[in-house]
Nanobody, 124 residues
């Protein structure tokens, strides 16, 4: 398995930006498709974005398209989530997840490894 550690969360005003990072260790990072999910208090964990092993393919939930960008650097074993034009409804704990030999998925059960999460709070 791969171990994942997220960072980069914080408090930001609406319209601001944050960049989340997820550092991986363990098995070969390029063997994994990666995903970002989020969970707001009292709500289910939901898909945000996914990227395939080499970054050629990405997919986003509709509400973040055009505002969020997922990317990866396999040399640094890191996946990123650039979040621009943040809205209060983006407030949540954000989790990265790894899908071994996958193509990328919107489904939680496709991912075998999860990070501990990083809190993002957007004030209005």
């Amino acid at each position: 398995q791969v171990q994942l550690v997220e960072s980069g969360g914080g408090l930001v005003q609406a319209g601001g930006s944050l960049r989340l990072s997820c550092a991986a260790s363990g098995r070969t990072f390029s063997s994994y498709a990666m995903g970002w999910f989020r969970q707001a208090p009292g709500k289910d964990r939901e898909f945000v974005a996914t990227i395939n092993w080499n970054g050629a393919n990405t997919y986003y939930r509709n509400s973040v398209k055009g505002r969020f960008t997922i990317s990866r650097d396999n040399a640094k074993n890191t996946v990123y989530l650039q979040m621009n034009s943040l809205k209060p409804e983006d407030t949540a704990t954000y989790y990265c997840a790894a899908n071994y030999r996958g193509a990328g998925s919107t489904l939680r059960h496709s991912y075998e490894s999860w990070g501990q999460g990083t809190q993002v709070t957007v004030s209005s």
